[in-house]
T-cell receptor
Framework: QKEVEQNSGPLSVPEGAIASLNCTYS??????FFWYRQYSGKSPELIMS????GDKEDGRFTAQLNKASQYVSLLIRDSQPSDSATYLC???????????FGRGTSLIVHP | DVKVTQSSRYLVKRTGEKVFLECVQD?????MFWYRQDPGLGLRLIYF???????EKGDIPEGYSVSREKKERFSLILESASTNQTSMYLC????????????FGPGTRLTVT
């Protein structure tokens, strides 16, 4: 059973702080990982993909992957109230093209 | 930009009605998916398709069927709607070269009364 685990939160951070969202996965064969942002009542939006160990930066977002520890994280620098949303982590392996999604972490950025 | 559209944002149907949810993508993606999302349960895969005329069952196919007559269009059918099918339905697509990156439509919030 492939599983992706996330703390449901909410994670509350002050505006301007770094928000750190974490995810662990059970399938050692997972090669590709994704972070989606989902605002309340809206659909998930892909914000980051990471395929190799290490860090990947895109603007205020940094994704980190550690395959040995089966751990993926998303850092959001200079957090803004508009970043308040649920963040879904997903992992994929093999040729099925179907990611396994976590249940998401709720992030609240307060002014 | 990838664009995935769904036929309705909100839908209210009665128990026993046949319900059609349509999804269209404009990126020539081979792969299309239907999920439902419920509070506390996350995203659950209903059906998916890797090509025209092809369909595969996901984790919760009972009570649903699908149709993919054209590459860009993937329809979800509730043969006889029931109250436990009240949910947010999300369509997604993916394709070459990044087959694992799914792009979601806006969702249809279906209420069955």
């Amino acid at each position: 059973q492939k599983e992706v685990e996330q703390n449901s939160g909410p994670l509350s951070v002050p505006e301007g702080a770094i928000a750190s969202l974490n995810c662990t996965y059970s399938d050692r064969g997972s090669q590709s990982f994704f972070w989606y942002r989902q605002y309340s009542g809206k659909s998930p939006e892909l914000i980051m993909s990471i395929y190799s160990n290490g860090d990947k930066e895109d603007g205020r977002f940094t994704a980190q992957l550690n395959k040995a520890s089966q751990y993926v994280s998303l850092l959001i620098r200079d957090s803004q109230p508009s970043d308040s949303a649920t963040y879904l982590c997903a992992g994929a392996s093999g040729g099925s093209y179907i990611p396994t999604f976590g249940r998401g972490t709720s992030l609240i950025v307060h002014p | 930009d990838v664009k995935v559209t769904q036929s309705s944002r909100y839908l209210v149907k009665r128990t026993g009605e046949k319900v059609f949810l349509e999804c269209v993508q404009d990126m020539d993606h081979e792969n299309m998916f239907w999920y439902r999302q419920d509070p506390g349960l996350g995203l659950r895969l209903i059906y998916f398709s890797y090509d025209v005329k092809m369909k595969e069952k996901g984790d919760i196919p009972e009570g649903y069927s699908v149709s993919r007559e054209k590459k860009e269009r993937f329809s979800l059918i509730l043969e006889s709607a029931s109250t436990n099918q009240t949910s947010m339905y999300l369509c997604a697509s993916s394709g070459q070269p990044k087959n694992y990156e799914q792009y979601f439509g806006p969702g249809t919030r279906l209420t069955v009364t």
